[in-house]
């Protein structure tokens, strides 16, 4: 069983209102195999909403903020507690997450700096994901 992007399956889940189609992850769904999930939705956060990304300072922590500033770390990381809840409710071992976002992006992220620059790294929900041992890749990788 997977673990999928709500907007990779057509769901209109983006901040900007928008979805990320993809034919593969949606045949999933329609096979029972997949679950989808958006974990910027269960932290609370409404649709279409302020586009962040994940900034570090010098120590290595790390915040979630929008682009006006706001810090949004606390909605982010609830997301990813009850992505990973339902995860083990039903038993994922695999999910296939969005590229590039602050949730769900596995491998490569924006940079904080909101120039479209991108810098390896993982979103809040990929990371705990993979640190309990749930395999992740984004649709890129399909
Ligand atoms: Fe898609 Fe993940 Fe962003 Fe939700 S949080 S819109 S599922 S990339």
Do not use: H, W
Not at 32 to 46: K, Q, S, T
């Amino acid at each position: 069983m997977y673990i999928i992007s709500s907007c990779l399956a057509g769901i209109s889940c983006r901040y900007d209102g928008k979805s990320s189609e993809n034919q593969y992850v949606i045949e999933l769904v329609k096979q029972g195999n997949a679950m989808p999930v958006c974990p910027e939705l269960l932290g609370g956060l409404p649709v279409p909403r302020t586009c962040c990304e994940i900034i570090r300072n010098e120590s290595g922590e790390q915040r979630v903020v929008s682009s006006e500033g706001q810090d949004f770390t606390r909605e982010f990381a609830a997301g990813a507690e009850k992505t990973l809840e339902i995860a083990r409710i039903i038993g994922a071992t695999k999910a296939i997450l969005k590229s590039k976002s602050p949730s769900c992006g596995c491998g490569l992220i924006y940079d904080g700096t909101f120039s479209g620059r991108l810098i390896e790294g993982n979103g809040l929900t990929a990371e705990l994901l993979m640190k309990n041992g749930i395999e992740v890749i984004n649709e890129s990788d399909l």
